[in-house]
C-alpha cells in the first residue's frame, strides 16, 4: 500500500506548527481488534481522527500502522496514512525504534502523541493541551504530558510499600494521608520533533505534568476499560 500523503493547512508560525501522531497495531493482545472497537458514530481510530481535525493550532494528522485496512481508513478521512514496518508493531522491539522510525515522517517543530485508547480527550481538550505545552516550554519544561493524582494503598511481594498498618505509632488509615504521586495515563504528549528523536521518547526528563479528570484519564486496555469509556462518552454526548 502506498503512503497517503494530503495536504493540511499549516499554521502560520511555523515554531508552534505541530503533528497529531495516532499510532494504531492491527493486532492488540489483550483485547482484539481493540483500535477500531465501535465508538461515537464509527470505531476508535476515525473517532480520534475527527477529534484531531478540529483542532485549528494543530497541523496535520498522521496515522501510523502496519494494516492496510486502518491506513485506508485514515485516507478515507483525508490525513496522512503511513504504513509501518511489521517488525516496528512487534512489542519486542524497543518503544523507541518506532519513535525514531515516525519522526522521520515529521516536517513540523513539535509532534503530539495520541492514541484512540483515549476517546474522551476531545479537540477542546486538545486545544488547551497544546496552549499549555508552549506555555510550560516558555517556563523551562522539555514537554508535556498527561497525568492524574494518584492516592492508593500499594503491595509488593514483599507486602506495604507506601502504609505501615503494622505500626502502631505511625499507622496510617485513609487514602488523603498517603504521599501523593503521579499516574500517567498515556493519553496526550505533547514534545518537539527533535527533542523525541534524540531520546527516542514521547516526552522529556522534565515534562510538565498535566493533570486531568478521571474522566479524561480513561484509557482502554481491556473489555471493562472500553465499556466504562463507552458508556462515559455516551452519556456525557448523547448515545451515537
Not at 502496519?66 to 512489542?91: F, G, Y
Not at 495520541?114 to 488547551?128: G, I
Not at 486496555?221 to 469509556?229: G, M, N, R
Request: with cysteine; net charge negative.
Amino acid at each position: 500500500m502506498q503512503n497517503a500523503e494530503t495536504s493540511s493547512e499549516k499554521v502560520s508560525n511555523p515554531v508552534m506548527s505541530i503533528t497529531a501522531v495516532i499510532p494504531v497495531k492491527g493486532s492488540s493482545s489483550r483485547l482484539p481488534g481493540k483500535n477500531i472497537l465501535p465508538f461515537g458514530s464509527d470505531n476508535l481510530l476515525t473517532h480520534k481522527i475527527r477529534q484531531l481535525k478540529q483542532v485549528s493550532k494543530i497541523s496535520e494528522v498522521l496515522v501510523s500502522s502496519d494494516s492496510d485496512a486502518m491506513l485506508h481508513m485514515a485516507q478515507n478521512e483525508n490525513v496522512r496514512a503511513i504504513k509501518r514496518p511489521i517488525d516496528l508493531a512487534n512489542e519486542s522491539r524497543p518503544f523507541g525504534d518506532l519513535v525514531r522510525h515516525i519522526t522521520g515522517f515529521l516536517s513540523t517543530e513539535h509532534l503530539m502523541w495520541t492514541p484512540v485508547t483515549s476517546p474522551t480527550l476531545d479537540s477542546n481538550f486538545y486545544t488547551e493541551a497544546i496552549n499549555m505545552y508552549f506555555d510550560a516550554v516558555e517556563c523551562g519544561f522539555d514537554s508535556l504530558t498527561t497525568t492524574i493524582p494518584f492516592r492508593h494503598f500499594l503491595l509488593d511481594a514483599d507486602g506495604p510499600l507506601n502504609f505501615k498498618p503494622f505500626d502502631s505509632t505511625n499507622a496510617i488509615t485513609n487514602s488523603d494521608e498517603l504521599p501523593e504521586v503521579d499516574l500517567w495515563t498515556c493519553g496526550c504528549s505533547i514534545i518537539s520533533t527533535k527533542l523525541a528523536y534524540d531520546i527516542r521518547y514521547i516526552f522529556g526528563v522534565n515534562p510538565y505534568r498535566y493533570r486531568v479528570s478521571p474522566y479524561h484519564a480513561l484509557d482502554i486496555d481491556t473489555q471493562f476499560d472500553y465499556d466504562i469509556a463507552k458508556f462515559m462518552w455516551e452519556k456525557d454526548n448523547g448515545k451515537q
